[in-house]
Nanobody, 114 residues
Framework: QVQLVESGGGLVQAGGSLRLSCAASGSIFSPNTMGWYRQAPGKQRDLVAT???????NYADSVKGRVTISRDNAKNTVYLQMNSLKPEDTAVYYC????????WGPGTQVTVSP
């Protein structure tokens, strides 16, 4: 089992920044891919960004240039630096971990006010 704990969500004005963190613990195997997804009310859960244990990254087109994903393998922690936030970025952000199966964190709310 893998446990994921997210932190760093909150309320921010448009144009502001937030940094999300997600710490993984338990049966951590390498290689693995960690990432962030988000789900707005009434919408499906969508990819934000992923990063492999070798630091290969993938971003959704909607966040490219505004978001940076990074990780600290020694701490089994993934980060999401979000800049130039827009109201449409408002969602619950979920951390993910995939090695031989997929795990989700409980989610952290990000609200961007106009």
């Amino acid at each position: 089992q893998v446990q994921l704990v997210e932190s760093g969500g909150g309320l921010v004005q448009a144009g502001g920044s937030l940094r999300l963190s997600c710490a993984a613990s338990g049966s951590i195997f390498s290689p693995n891919t960690m990432g962030w997804y988000r789900q707005a009310p009434g919408k499906q859960r969508d990819l934000v960004a992923t990063i492999t244990s070798s630091s290969s990254t993938n971003y959704a087109d909607s966040v490219k240039g505004r978001v940076t994903i990074s990780r600290d393998n020694a701490k089994n922690t993934v980060y999401l630096q979000m800049n130039s936030l827009k109201p449409e970025d408002t969602a619950v952000y979920y951390c993910s971990y995939f090695s031989w199966r997929l795990y989700w964190g409980p989610g952290t709310q990000v609200t961007v006010s106009p």
